[in-house]
């Protein structure tokens, strides 16, 4: 099946700092990357989606300035959270599609996020 | 925006009871889709179910799509401890098919 990774699996940045997280399909291209974001025992909520070539499109209520995304290969998609705050620590999971065939969408791993 | 609502939030069951956990709209959906996240893991997919009144099976769980398209669910039979984690059910509501998903359901078994 799809394999979709994360990378780092966990981070611990201090306030104010930036931190990238990187998502790549594995073994397919995808056109569309998802981003969500899970704060703990609660559910996934979607930040973003992630278009290879184009701009981001962002949820309602999800800052494009601080959630900086960039989809710049069909295997490579990244979200770089700038000034982090502790506010902003949760799991930062993303999500590709296969351009064809079902709908079903293939998880990353996921990163923890703790800023300190 | 779209809303999924998912009940019940917590359930307790001993090892081999039945478990079943609900999804609601308020509008009809496209598809329905269900996944399964173990503790410290990420979400899984389990099924995607497209037509009105669909039953699938996979080994002890049953899935149903509404005749309206607009409920779900997922019932567990003669539940196992591999079965703990949390099911989400996830309908398709954000830009480009990204997902809502419900609040999910945390499956606790005591043996």
């Known amino acids: 099946g799809a394999v979709v990774s994360q990378h780092p699996s966990r981070v611990i940045c201090k306030s104010g700092t930036s931190v990238k997280i990187e998502c790549r399909s594995l073994d397919f291209q995808a056109t569309t990357m998802f981003w969500y974001r899970q704060f703990p025992k609660q559910s996934l909520m979607l930040m973003a989606t992630s278009n290879e070539g184009s701009k981001a499109t962002y949820e309602q209520g999800v800052e494009k300035d601080k959630f900086l995304i960039n989809h710049a290969s069909l295997t490579l998609s990244t979200l770089t959270v700038t000034s982090a705050h502790p506010e902003d620590s949760s799991f930062y999971i993303c999500?590709?599609?296969?351009?064809?065939?079902?709908?079903?969408?293939?998880f990353g791993p996921g990163t923890r996020l703790t800023v300190t | 925006g779209q809303q999924v609502m998912q009940i019940p939030q917590y359930q307790h069951v001993q090892e081999g009871e039945d478990f079943t956990t609900y999804c609601n709209s308020s509008?009809?959906?496209?598809?329905i889709q269900w996944y399964k996240q173990r503790p410290g893991g990420h979400p899984v997919f389990l099924i995607q179910?497209?037509?009105?009144?669909e039953v699938k099976k996979q080994k002890r769980l049953t899935f149903q799509f509404g005749e309206a398209k607009k409920n779900s669910s997922l019932h567990i039979t003669a539940t196992q401890t591999t079965d703990v984690g949390t099911y989400f059910c996830a309908a398709p509501g954000g830009g480009a098919d990204g997902l809502t998903f419900g609040k999910g359901t945390h499956l606790i078994i005591q043996p």
């Open positions: 509008t009809t959906l496209s598809n």
């Open positions: 179910l497209v037509k009105s009144g």
């Open positions: 999500s590709a599609r296969t351009p064809v065939g079902s709908r079903e969408q293939y």
